[in-house]
């Protein structure tokens, strides 16, 4: 199994401005993948991180609203660029662990005011 | 398209038998999850299917026909702690990419 830890919890942000989400694996994983969560809904996938290559964003995700990090086998972070209060959400870290299991972290909830 | 249909809620009685249909649109196919996702908490994984038939894992079976793009989750002797949403979650060839259904909202009453 995969322990999955994000940072931080939760967060009031102020629009226009931008947040930066951890995710911080125990193990050492090929994949990470980022969705959101709006409430009442269920997961839609934002990205996928590979570490040392481009992050893969899925159709409506954009970089430069999303920009990510992978530099290592255990690290990722996603920043919430120039938020509007559509943006608030809860974001999910997630990693495959074994071909048949994929980890959720605990998530981020995010409110824009 | 990419399409996964559940229905969005059930009820059923504890010590039941519950059973949550899952059919699918996906222009690939690289196996079938169900998770369970309690309010306000992240969803964990409950099972996996990439070959037809019934997988049995304790209270919990998950059934899939790839040629009808359908699955089933059961569950068994339900407890009230069951109450939870389960999402339906399919994974694309190539690239990993799982894409999920809205989920179901079970409701498990005494």
């Known amino acids: 199994s995969a322990v999955i830890s994000q940072k931080p919890s939760r967060d009031i942000c102020q629009r226009g401005t931008s947040l930066t989400i951890q995710c911080q694996v125990d193990?050492?994983?090929?994949?990470m993948f980022w969705y959101r969560q709006q409430p009442g809904q269920s997961l839609t996938l934002i990205a996928t991180a590979n570490q040392g290559s481009e992050a893969t964003y899925e159709s409506g995700f954009v970089i430069d609203k999303f920009p990510i990090s992978r530099p290592n086998l255990t690290f990722s972070t996603l920043t919430v660029s120039n938020m509007s209060p559509e943006d608030s959400s809860i974001y999910l870290c997630?990693?495959?662990?074994?071909?048949?299991?994929?980890?959720f972290g605990p998530g981020t909830r995010l409110l824009v005011l | 398209g990419q399409n996964i249909d559940q229905p969005t809620e059930m009820t059923a009685t504890e010590g039941a038998i519950v059973q949550i249909n899952c059919t699918y649109q996906?222009?690939?196919?690289?196996?079938l999850f169900w998770y369970q996702q309690h309010a306000g908490e992240a969803p964990t994984f409950l099972s996996y299917?990439?070959?037809?038939g019934l997988e049995e894992k304790g209270r919990f079976s998950s059934f899939l026909s790839r040629s009808k793009g359908y699955s089933y989750l059961l569950l068994k002797e339900l407890q009230m702690k069951d109450s939870a949403s389960y999402l339906c979650?399919?994974?694309?060839?190539?690239?990993?990419?799982?894409?999920f259904g809205a989920g179901t909202r079970l409701f498990v009453k005494a």
């Open positions: 299917n990439v070959l037809d």
């Open positions: 193990s050492q994983v090929t994949m």
């Open positions: 979650a399919v994974r694309d060839t190539g690239g990993f990419k799982t894409i």
């Open positions: 996906t222009s690939g196919f690289n196996g």
């Open positions: 997630s990693v495959e662990a074994g071909y048949e299991t994929q980890y």
